[in-house]
């Protein structure tokens, strides 16, 4: 079976300086790393390959040096990878982005399952998953936090939702985006790491995908930032204290009109 | 105004040392005001016990080791601090310099109470000078900062203790802090080329200065590193720079058993020809432990011990090369497996095993020794091995890890979670002294970078020959004769 993992190269996370004037992150100097959860599908994919056989492919749209990326997930175990740039791509916002991993998995073909990361630690947004499902007219899991199973024709996966776990069961090919839970990431070794070294990484740029160049890019981007602001911390803090054995029953007492008041018990 | 009532002649210090007969004296109001003269009234920390709290321990977790100052003074200059030694002096009042309090020896504890002179206020980097790779700091200058301060002109600090985020530069030059990179970059005092200093009388001595090489004259400068706030107080420290390695790995090597891993540490450098930035060893116990604690997912289970190398040089290919060099040699010598790190995230991952040892045994007991031994590198095999038979004999954990690629291995002795208190305390003692005994005996000696302080002075004629001892009493008797700066420290006059 053939797994495919769009990785995103991002800013280390811990090393970030904001800029004050403009909202924006300082991205000179600062070491670019794997989105750390997307380390979570580049492991799950690894496994799953492990357990049925075929292939982990690694993809990665990016500058040319998110080949980086793909040889340090490469050194993970991923057996191939494929870097995605262009200048026709620089400013995408996260629907074109989609639009061009799609267009490179259509290329790549016969996709058994695809696994992305939850979302991105810069952007935060988590739709890119999703999107490459919608672009390929594939079914999608989302929050996966097992795969409990996988063949040739169903998928069956539990999911992280707010009150539990869901268990789904798709058709396949399908694409799933994981979380934490799904499998803690091995660490790169020297024999991976040489391995990585050696392999070829193509880069397709816009020309080698079948892609509508209105679509690609900032000019591809409906997404327009219009202000960049800090969020207002609404939630209040209310403290009752107890400070010895004769302050414990008021103390009680006043926490549990509180929460009557509010209808919560 | 109450001061701690003072001891009567021939009181015993903490530590069970006898102060010397009316050695010194009460600290008056007076003295106090004049201190407060000098200084400034808020600067002067002085009858509240609250807030004196904190500067009567570093960082050694017993409470046997403190003792309460008297008071705490925050000079910002080199003149104030020469006018609190000359005050001291007249008034036979100890003073006991103190940084950030990070240290692991009891070297900033006020052990015969008086005044602990704080050095947080002289905090100022006073020049970079890229022309000649120098910065010249103020004691109480946190390390890392110096590192944030000279990167711009592609240079680093290559002086590495592991508290690089709290201590201060003035704790490290007194007490010749090693830490993780001395394999490579040497320790502390390999960097200081000048000093400025307060001694114990109050006079002001420059020594050294921009200089890599200067034989004019006895080399003071290296007396004072590592005296443990003995001989005198820095004021202003010159510290030589290195160029800034633009790329660094890290490799965590697995091993089959604790021979094996030892055992390659001196072939990394001998065989493999690299000299590692850093080469950490943990041992079985450690590593589960730590591992355990960080629901680490590597497969620990089957290590008997583990290696972390780290390398550094001036591009990725250079070090590349090395590391690959490290990797191999070890595979070859039947590693299970090395894992490599060019990351933050997988660096981190590597180093937090190793940083997390102390604190996964602190949970096991909070009641162990912590010790600082240093061996000859080749010896470590056999320090190992006393070690295990230390252990079995006795019924005691004895982790062990530490910086192998310099001999220096951090020791703990766990007290078993299921012995009453007494029982540990009747054992450790005897333990120690055959931990001791062996390190003497393999030519190593009773600390590599924490420093002797009050906690490893009764040890120390141990490992130095009455000579050697003598003539160390002999130089702290000719810088101060009073015997007021740090007194208790490292030996008894």
């Known amino acids: ?265 | 105004m109450s001061t701690t009532p003072r001891e009567q002649p021939g009181r015993r210090a903490k530590d069970g040392s006898a102060a010397p007969a009316g050695q010194y004296n009460a600290l008056t109001p007076d003295i106090v005001r004049q201190l407060q003269e000098i200084v400034g009234q808020r600067y002067v920390i002085h009858g509240d016990a609250e807030k004196l709290q904190p500067y009567s321990h570093d960082e050694v977790p017993d409470p046997e080791y403190a003792h309460m100052p008297d008071c705490v003074v925050r000079p910002e200059s080199t003149e104030q601090i020469a006018a609190i030694m000359a005050l001291a002096t007249r008034h036979r009042i100890p003073v006991t310099p103190r940084g950030a309090g990070s240290g692991l020896s009891g070297g900033a504890v006020p052990i015969y109470g008086g005044i602990v002179l704080l050095c947080d206020r002289m905090n100022r980097i006073i020049e970079v000078d890229p022309q000649n790779m120098v910065v010249v700091a103020q004691p109480g200058v946190v390390t890392n900062e110096i590192n944030d301060a000279v990167r711009e002109h592609g240079l680093f600090y290559a002086g590495y203790p592991m508290s690089v985020e709290t201590c201060y530069v003035g704790g490290n030059v007194a007490e010749n802090a090693g830490g993780g990179k001395a394999v490579k970059y040497g320790v502390t005092g390999r960097y200081v080329l000048g000093l400025e200093l307060v001694t114990p009388k109050g006079e002001i001595v420059r020594l050294g200065g921009k200089l890599v090489k200067n034989v004019t004259g006895y080399d003071l400068i290296q007396l004072m590193v590592g005296s443990e706030g003995t001989l005198g107080v820095f004021t202003e420290i010159t510290l030589k720079l290195m160029p800034l390695p633009k790329a660094s790995v890290d490799l965590l090597v697995l091993f089959g058993t604790a021979e094996e891993a030892i055992e390659s540490v001196p072939a990394i450098m001998t065989t493999a020809g690299v000299i590692p930035t850093s080469l950490e060893f943990m041992d079985r116990t450690s590593v589960q432990a730590a591992c355990e604690y960080l629901n680490e997912s590597i497969p620990y289970q089957q290590a008997g011990a583990m290696l972390i190398a780290s390398v550094d040089g001036p591009d990725e290919e250079h070090v590349r090369q090395d590391y690959e060099a490290i990797g191999e040699l070890c595979l070859q010598r039947g590693a299970m497996e090395v894992y490599v790190a060019d990351n933050f995230t997988t660096s981190e991952r590597i180093w937090s095993v190793r940083r997390n040892i102390p604190e996964a045994f602190a949970i096991v007991s909070p009641h162990q020794a912590n010790e600082d031994l240093v061996v000859p590198t080749a010896a470590i095999p056999k320090l190992l091995e006393a070690m295990l038979k230390l252990s079995e004999k006795y019924g005691v954990t004895i982790p062990s890890y530490g910086h192998a690629g310099d001999g220096n291995l951090h020791t703990r002795i766990i007290k078993n979670p299921d012995w009453p208190l007494d029982k540990w305390r009747k054992t450790l003692p005897l333990v120690l002294e055959e931990l001791y005994h062996a390190t003497a005996e393999l030519g190593g000696r009773i600390s590599g970078e924490h420093g002797v302080g009050h906690k490893r002075k009764p040890y120390l004629s141990m490992f130095l020959s009455k000579q050697a001892l003598e003539m160390m009493r002999a130089i702290k008797r000719a810088i101060d004769p009073q015997n007021i700066l740090n007194p208790g420290k490292i030996l008894d006059s």
């Open chain 1, 1 to 265: 079976m053939r797994f495919i993992v769009p990785i995103k190269q991002v800013p280390e996370t811990n090393a970030v300086r904001m800029d004050e004037e403009t909202g924006t992150m300082v991205r000179e100097g600062v070491e670019s790393i794997i989105n750390p959860l997307d380390l979570y599908a580049i492991e799950i994919a690894i496994r799953l390959r492990e357990q049925h056989g075929g292939e982990v492919i690694s993809i990665s749209m990016g500058p040319a040096n998110a080949e980086k990326a793909i040889r340090e997930a490469i050194a993970m175990g991923c057996d191939s990878g494929v870097l995605i740039t262009d200048k026709a791509f620089a400013g995408s916002d996260t629907w074109a982005t989609s639009y061009v991993l799609a267009a490179a998995i259509r290329r790549i073909g016969d996709p058994g399952l695809i696994i992305c990361g939850e979302r991105a630690t810069d952007g935060d947004t988590g739709q890119v998953g999703p999107g490459i499902a919608s672009f390929l007219d594939l079914p999608l899991a989302t929050y996966v936090g097992k795969v409990e199973h996988v063949d040739n024709d169903v998928c069956r996966v539990r999911r992280l939702i707010e009150s539990g776990y869901e268990v789904l069961e798709t058709d396949m090919p399908a694409v799933l985006t994981v979380v934490k839970e799904v499998a803690d990431p091995r660490l790169p070794t020297l024999r991976g790491k040489q391995k990585a070294r050696k392999v070829e990484v193509p880069a397709w740029g816009a020309d080698d995908l079948d892609t509508d160049p209105n679509r690609l890019g900032l000019k591809g981007s409906p997404t327009r930032v219009v202000k960049i602001f800090r969020p207002q911390v609404t939630r209040q803090c209310r403290k009752v204290t107890a400070v010895d054995e004769e302050s414990i029953g008021p103390a009680v007492d006043e926490l549990v009109e509180f929460l009557r008041q509010r209808e919560l018990i």
